[in-house]
């Protein structure tokens, strides 16, 4: 099992910044995949960004260029840069993990270990 407690969100004016942090703790696996995801309210969540052991990264297409997923291994923190925020950004923000036990394991889209969520609100 693999704790995730994310931190970071909060209120902000359009073309504002934010960074969410998620803090991973649990069995130490061999590999892990993370991944970002929100879920306005009264909508279906929606993944916005993931990154593998590898550092490779992909972003849904409204948060390309603006928002940045990166990991601190040594730290066991996940990170949600977020520059430019828009109203259509506000959201609860949840980090999502999967631990592996192999290497050469494949990141798979479906996670098994979420947080509790962070809530951004973007005013125009």
């Known amino acids: 099992q693999v704790q995730l407690v994310e931190s970071g969100g909060g209120s902000v004016q359009s073309g504002g910044s934010l960074k969410l942090s998620c803090t991973v703790s649990g069995y130490p696996y061999v590999k892990y995949c993370f991944g970002w995801f929100r879920q306005p309210l009264g909508t279906e969540r929606e993944g916005v960004a993931t990154?593998?052991?590898?550092?490779?990264?992909s972003y849904t297409d409204s948060v390309k260029g603006r928002f940045t997923i990166s990991q601190d291994n040594a730290k066991n923190l996940l990170f949600l840069e977020m520059n430019n925020l828009q109203p259509e950004d506000t959201a609860m923000y949840y980090c999502?993990?999967?631990?592996?036990?192999?290497?050469?394991?494949?990141?798979?889209?479906?996670?098994?270990?979420w947080g509790h969520g962070t809530q951004v609100t973007v005013s125009s």
């Open positions: 990154i593998d052991d590898d550092g490779k990264t």
């Open positions: 999502a993990a999967n631990g592996l036990l192999f290497k050469t394991s494949p990141c798979s889209s479906q996670y098994t270990n």
